[in-house]
């Protein structure tokens, strides 16, 4: 499956922003979803994920900030951000898998996109 994860740019603090990201080639549905961000210097961190059947799950500091979503007859998933901070400045990635283990982590994962740049500044 490619993916392509858009929506991101320049936001002040306390503003909002929706990532998508598309989906094409086998089917989309069977697999759950994550979205992954790395800030300049650091390491690749899990931000939210959909599984298959449609259930969300969170981690890191955006919790109750960032809202995860998808829709499997359009073949594509959302990351809604709101409040967002400087420190939530990164390259965020959206991801698509279905491997043994938890949907937090990277290795659950074998299908990547390019990355979309989010940057709150004032």
């Given amino acids: 499956?490619?993916?392509?994860?858009?929506?991101?740019?320049?936001v002040q603090p306390g503003g909002s922003l929706r990532l998508s990201c598309a989906a094409s080639g086998r089917t989309?549905?069977?697999y759950d979803m994550g979205?992954?961000?790395?800030?300049?210097?650091?390491?690749?961190?899990?931000?939210?994920?959909?599984?298959?059947?449609?259930?969300?799950?969170?981690g890191g500091p955006p919790q109750g900030r960032f809202t995860v979503?998808?829709?499997?007859?359009?073949?594509?998933?959302?990351?809604?951000?709101n409040?967002?901070?400087?420190?939530?400045?990164a390259a965020y990635y959206c991801a698509a898998g279905d491997n043994d283990g938890g949907l937090t982590q990277r290795r659950h994962y074998d299908y990547w996109?390019?990355?979309?740049?989010?940057?709150?500044?004032?």
Avoid: C
């Avoid at 499956?1 to 320049?10: H, I, N």
């Fill in 1 to 10: 499956v490619q993916l392509q994860a858009s929506g991101g740019g320049l």
């Fill in 28 to 30: 989309f549905s069977r």
């Fill in 35 to 58: 979205w992954f961000r790395q800030a300049p210097g650091k390491e690749r961190e899990f931000v939210a994920a959909i599984s298959r059947d449609d259930s969300p799950f969170y």
């Fill in 69 to 81: 979503a998808r829709d499997n007859t359009k073949n594509v998933a959302w990351l809604h951000m």
């Fill in 83 to 89: 409040s967002l901070k400087p420190e939530d400045t």
């Fill in 113 to 122: 996109g390019q990355g979309t740049l989010v940057t709150v500044s004032s």
